[in-house]
């Protein structure tokens, strides 16, 4: 496999559909990478985004050192299990219907490049929030964020962690000691309204165990369109809190 630009294989990704927007998420931030097995005529294509975030299309094929949470049909299944022990992670897919009106909250604010350090304090299983950035800065320096400060301490974080053309999908992480107390769904709610000022769609993934996540979901007028599944290569699929 060979590092290709994102166009040489965009037809492979069509259509897009809310979920998983890894390589519309690298046309539109240049966070990643794709690589297929011919840049001038590819039948096997990957997208790959840091943190482990991949989706596979086209003619399966045997990636020695591919790892993570892997978008694909079932047919990869075969290669996939030939490099690493494979489970399988059930997800739901939910958009934000025009006639939903989640109103952001005045405790949250846009998370600019100061904001770096308060990033970096957060308790490090939930420095996956960042990773589709490229990290901490990266995604500071974005401007897609919002979080709730309290005490003078950043404790809830929300971000389009993926953008496509069409769709955002919200990503949102909230300290432990913090929750239950709505910051959650106060930051996502600034997003999905900046996702909208940009003219998208926001959308939501999580699994079928995960009730936090759900109720968040719920609250802010999401509204469940299909469900899925990503593949865990050699990977433990994140346990729920």
């Known amino acids: 496999m060979q590092v290709v630009s994102a166009s040489a294989v965009a037809a492979m990704f069509e259509p897009e559909r809310p979920g998983?927007?890894?390589?519309?998420?690298?046309?539109?931030?240049?966070?990643?990478r794709c690589r297929a097995d011919d840049a001038?005529?590819?039948?096997?294509?990957l997208?790959?985004?840091?943190?482990?975030?991949?989706?596979?299309?086209?003619?399966?094929a045997v990636v020695s050192e591919l790892r993570g949470f892997v978008e694909a049909s079932p047919r990869w299944l075969p290669a996939l299990r030939a490099v690493a022990d494979v489970a399988v992670w059930e997800r739901i897919m939910s958009v934000l219907p025009e006639a939903a009106d989640p109103r952001p909250a005045r405790v949250v604010r846009r998370l600019g490049p100061a904001d770096v350090?308060?990033?970096?304090?957060?308790?490090?299983?939930?420095?996956?929030i960042s990773e589709t950035w490229g990290g901490h800065a990266g995604m500071a320096g974005a401007g897609r964020a919002w979080g709730a400060i309290v005490d003078?301490?950043?404790v809830s974080v929300a971000v389009a962690f993926l953008i496509g053309r069409a769709y955002e999908d919200i990503g949102v992480v909230t300290e432990?000691?913090?929750r239950g107390r709505g910051l959650s769904t106060a930051c996502a709610a600034a997003v999905a309204a900046d996702i909208r000022a940009r003219g998208r769609q926001p959308?939501?993934?999580?699994?079928?165990?995960n009730a936090a996540s759900r109720g968040v979901a719920a609250r802010l007028g999401f509204v469940p369109v299909r469900d899925d599944v990503l593949y865990a290569v050699g990977v433990p699929i994140p346990s729920v809190d």
């Open 152 to 154: 003078g301490r950043l």
């Open 20 to 32: 998983p927007l890894i390589h519309s998420h690298i046309v539109a931030t240049g966070v990643g």
């Open 47 to 60: 997208a790959e985004l840091p943190g482990g975030n991949v989706a596979c299309r086209g003619r399966p």
């Open 176 to 178: 432990p000691d913090s």
């Open 203 to 209: 959308t939501w993934t999580t699994s079928p165990d």
């Open 40 to 45: 001038a005529d590819p039948r096997t294509a």
């Open 117 to 128: 350090a308060g990033l970096d304090g957060l308790d490090p299983s939930l420095a996956w």
